[in-house]
């Protein structure tokens, strides 16, 4: 399921680029050294990779308490029904649960500490303003969050979340160059064909939870039963 993760980060950037466009919209980049441009690129998506690493890694030791448990693929059912519910619930019903309300004083020491290192030219700015972006409250980011608790191990959590992140490099590295560079028209089609997306997403990850036998999608719960006892049989 980890190629989900690079479907829901290419997609989702326009998503982050309506959402964290402000933000990298104002990088205060080297306009005249290309060199030193790329590198504090490579430094701010770095910072935000990290960032959905990390959370990665937390929900994914979360995903092993499952696991352990052997509720896995209960959980991996679960999950894909919370991501079509999270699309197909009225926004006016979902605001009433907002899950930045409980954290509204960390977030905003995040934009205030954003508001500071974007006047800085310093040469871990731009490390510091990508991780602290990367904190940011984001739909799309709590759907990757699902992914990695669905992933059951924080190594396999992790990977999840940095692979999100890197699907959205290329959109996100666009439009710090160009700036608003899409129309408003390409910006609506696209936002609408996300919902979709995520819906799929779900139905997949209820489907690797029913272990229907369907290779690399449904794969059979009998057959990692028999690999973990040969496993043990080997030692």
Same mark, same amino acid.
């Given at each position: 399921m980890l190629y989900s993760a690079l479907i829901l980060g290419l997609l989702g950037s326009f998503h982050c680029v309506g959402m964290c466009g402000p933000i990298a919209f104002l990088l205060p980049l080297d306009r005249e050294n290309k060199m030193k441009r790329i590198w504090q690129l490579i430094s701010y998506h770095a910072g935000r990779i990290l960032t959905y690493s990390l959370l990665g890694l937390l929900f994914g030791i979360a995903g092993n308490t499952f696991h352990f448990f052997g509720i896995q693929q209960q959980l991996s059912i679960? !999950?894909?029904? *919370?991501?079509?519910?999270?699309?197909? $619930?009225?926004?006016?019903? $979902?605001?009433?649960?907002?899950?930045?309300?409980? !954290?509204?004083? *960390? #977030? %905003?020491? #995040?934009?205030?500490?954003? %508001?500071?290192?974007?006047?800085?030219?310093?040469?871990?700015?731009?490390?510091?303003? %990508?991780?602290?972006?990367? *904190?940011?409250?984001? %739909? *799309? #980011?709590?759907?990757? #969050?699902?992914?990695a608790i669905a992933a059951g191990e924080p190594l396999k959590g992790s990977l999840y979340m940095a692979l999100f992140g890197i699907g959205t490099i290329p959109l996100m590295t666009t439009a710090i160059y160009l700036g608003n560079f899409l129309t408003n028209t390409v910006k609506q089609r696209v936002l609408k064909a996300i919902p979709y997306v995520v819906v799929i997403m779900g139905m997949l990850f209820i489907l690797r939870g029913l272990g229907l036998g369907i290779p690399y999608i449904s794969p059979s719960q009998n057959v990692s039963v028999e690999l973990l006892s040969s496993q043990e049989e080997c030692h």
């Amino acid at each position: 399921m980890l190629y989900s993760a690079l479907i829901l980060g290419l997609l989702g950037s326009f998503h982050c680029v309506g959402m964290c466009g402000p933000i990298a919209f104002l990088l205060p980049l080297d306009r005249e050294n290309k060199m030193k441009r790329i590198w504090q690129l490579i430094s701010y998506h770095a910072g935000r990779i990290l960032t959905y690493s990390l959370l990665g890694l937390l929900f994914g030791i979360a995903g092993n308490t499952f696991h352990f448990f052997g509720i896995q693929q209960q959980l991996s059912i679960a !999950i894909g029904i *919370l991501m079509i519910l999270a699309i197909l $619930t009225p926004a006016h019903f $979902t605001n009433k649960f907002s899950l930045t309300k409980p !954290i509204y004083k *960390l #977030v %905003g020491k #995040v934009k205030s500490a954003l %508001g500071q290192e974007l006047k800085k030219r310093d040469p871990e700015t731009f490390f510091i303003i %990508g991780f602290l972006n990367g *904190l940011l409250p984001c %739909g *799309l #980011v709590y759907m990757a #969050v699902f992914g990695a608790i669905a992933a059951g191990e924080p190594l396999k959590g992790s990977l999840y979340m940095a692979l999100f992140g890197i699907g959205t490099i290329p959109l996100m590295t666009t439009a710090i160059y160009l700036g608003n560079f899409l129309t408003n028209t390409v910006k609506q089609r696209v936002l609408k064909a996300i919902p979709y997306v995520v819906v799929i997403m779900g139905m997949l990850f209820i489907l690797r939870g029913l272990g229907l036998g369907i290779p690399y999608i449904s794969p059979s719960q009998n057959v990692s039963v028999e690999l973990l006892s040969s496993q043990e049989e080997c030692h």
